[in-house]
């Protein structure tokens, strides 16, 4: 960095102070400095002169311009020694951007440098040359000229203020009457807000009294209707049975049709009661440890029993030796052979599949039932667990009540697991139960068989 200096001068009486100030003023508009920068160096100036004057010995004033990026104007005072603890911490500082004090026995050195800014005619060698000699053809001032520049200036500043004061004031109007419109906006944003909330619970409310009538009818219906579809098919029966009067063959196909249709009828009040169960909060598992191998067994002969067609192949691989869960046999024994059952149903040909695995990334089991049936959507794969939906378009020509995955999804939940659904069209579906090996379950009760 280049440096040259432009002016020096001499501090030894109070007439020097206006006159470093005046030089001050007329080199930092010489190489630059904006008007308020030009004040501000030069009352820094006169603050820091004032304050060395009564030091013993002279100091020595030196304007030096820096040609750097970004170039600089840097004021140099070596005075006497001590004085460093006066200027500490001084006002001047303030109004330059940097100023440096330092001291040993010898002397004081002070410097204060302030910044030309951007667009500031560059500090070439010719144009410091013509500093150099533009302000050595200027004559200081008198002490009165000095106080009267003081003076305009402190005017203009004080003009300054007063501009800036009445601007702020009316920024300050705009401000309260936005800050008043905000508020009013925000009181009438609050006011739908809480309406809105008060609206949602008394929804809420009355969303929570249907679901619990639904759960009540429902389950009223179930009972209901459970004794006399159990009656019709009894009644069928006796008048199938051999000891009876023998039927026609016209009759015996109406009677069969009868005990067909009560029979599905059952199943369906028997799953709206269930249903009903677990929506009302009645069905509370009964905790043990249960032994997969043992119940994988039990569905494997409950699930071949069902099956009618010649080529659906049923594999229910043994889980190891010593695998156990803790759960609640019977539900999760529901769950399993209501996916068994399905699968079974929407199964033309191929295979039916039920597997244990070790979950992945938890201490927990997956229980993998697997099929070679339709498959289903992937837009369908949440619907088909809501209540009483059924995948259009079987070919199989097997319905079934829309009930079953619904209360299986709720009874695994309850066990504290998951459930999910891989499938495709034409490539069949994959149920997935994932179950904790030991789940943190509430205390024990019993389960309500009514």
């Known amino acids: 960095m280049s440096e040259f200096v432009l002016l020096r001068m001499a501090l030894r009486r109070e007439h020097d102070i206006f006159v470093i100030r005046q030089r001050g003023r007329e080199v930092a508009a010489a190489v ?16 820091v002169a004032r304050l060395l004057l009564p030091v013993p010995g002279d100091a020595d004033v030196a304007f030096v311009a820096q040609m750097g990026t970004p170039p600089r104007l840097v004021v140099e005072i070596v005075a006497g020694p001590g004085a460093a603890a006066l200027l500490d911490g001084g006002p001047a500082g303030r109004l330059v951007h940097t100023m440096e004090v330092d001291g040993d026995e010898h002397a004081t050195r002070v410097r204060l440098v302030s910044r030309l800014p951007i667009g500031a005619v560059p500090l070439t060698e ?19 000229d000095e106080l009267a520049v003081q003076n305009r200036e402190l005017m203009s500043a004080l003009e300054e203020v007063r501009a800036q004061r009445d601007e702020l004031a009316e ?18 944003t609050n006011r739908g807000v809480v309406a809105l909330y008060n609206e949602l619970d008394e929804k809420s409310a009355q969303l929570k009294a249907a679901s619990e009538a ?31 009067d023998p039927l026609t063959g016209e009759q015996a196909r109406h009677v069969d049709l009868i005990r067909g249709s009560a029979t599905d009828l059952l199943t ?19 905790w043990a440890e249960v032994d997969l191998r043992a119940l994988f067994g039990q569905l494997r002969g409950t699930a071949r029993a069902i099956i009618t067609r010649p080529d659906v192949e049923l594999v229910v691989a043994d889980p190891p030796a010593g695998s156990t869960v803790t759960a609640d046999e019977a539900l999760l024994a529901q769950v399993l052979r209501n996916l068994l059952t399905n699968a079974i149903k929407f199964t033309e040909r191929g295979t039916v599949s039920m597997s244990l695995r070790a979950a992945t990334g938890q201490d927990g089991w ?24 059924q ?55 019993q389960r309500d068989e009514g």
């Open 391 to 445: 995948v259009p378009g079987s070919s199989t020509g097997r319905t079934g009540t829309g009930l079953g995955l619904p209360y299986a999804q709720r009874l695994v939940t309850l066990l504290g697991g998951s459930l999910h659904l891989t499938s495709e069209p034409g490539k069949g579906s994959v149920f997935t139960v994932v179950l904790p090996r030991r789940p943190m379950p509430p205390a024990p009760a």
């Open 171 to 188: 920024t300050n109007q705009g401000v309260m009457a936005l800050y008043n419109e905000l508020s009013q906006e925000l009181e009438e």
């Open 268 to 286: 369906l009040v028997n799953d709206l009661l269930d249903l009903a169960k677990a929506e009302a909060g009645r069905l509370e598992p009964v």
């Open 214 to 244: 639904k759960s009540r009818f429902l389950a009223n219906v179930s009972h209901e209707l459970r004794a006399p579809v159990t009656a019709v098919i009894g009644l069928t029966r006796l008048l199938a049975d051999s000891g009876s």
């Open 366 to 389: 997956e229980i993998e039932v697997a099929d070679t049936g339709i498959g289903i959507p992937p837009e369908l794969h949440e619907r088909i667990f809501e209540e009483f939906y």
């Open 126 to 144: 010719e144009r410091i040359a013509h500093l150099r000699r533009e302000v050595a053809a200027n004559e200081p001032g008198t002490p009165l």
């Open 32 to 47: 630059g400095l904006e008007h308020q920068d030009q004040i501000r160096l030069a009352t820094a100036l006169s603050d």
